[in-house]
């Protein structure tokens, strides 16, 4: 329920924003809304939270296990995938023309 109303109310919201304050206005608002959340589930997550099993690790620690030539690749693929999509598309894909 509150998924359907916020995404009713975000469609809504965001484009009287856009037609009456400007585009740049969409940013601006989120800002202090992504603070407050971050401050609020410093609070509100448990320590332990996703850890069955495993011991916790520092942020040093674990970057050393984190993918980074696999998220570079994925990076990659997708940027490329929009580019081209964006670029060639009236004569590769007439229908997005």
Known sequence: MAFGAGAMLGAG???????YLGWRWEFGVQVPVIMLVF???IFALPDGLGLHGRQAQTVW???KNFDFKGSFLMIAAVTFLILG???YRPRVFPILG
């Not at 919201?13 to 037609?19: K, R, T, V």
């Open 13 to 19: 919201l965001g484009g009287m924003m856009a037609d």
């Open 85 to 87: 999509l964006v670029r």
């Open 39 to 41: 401050v609020a589930s």
């Open 61 to 63: 620690e674990g970057m």
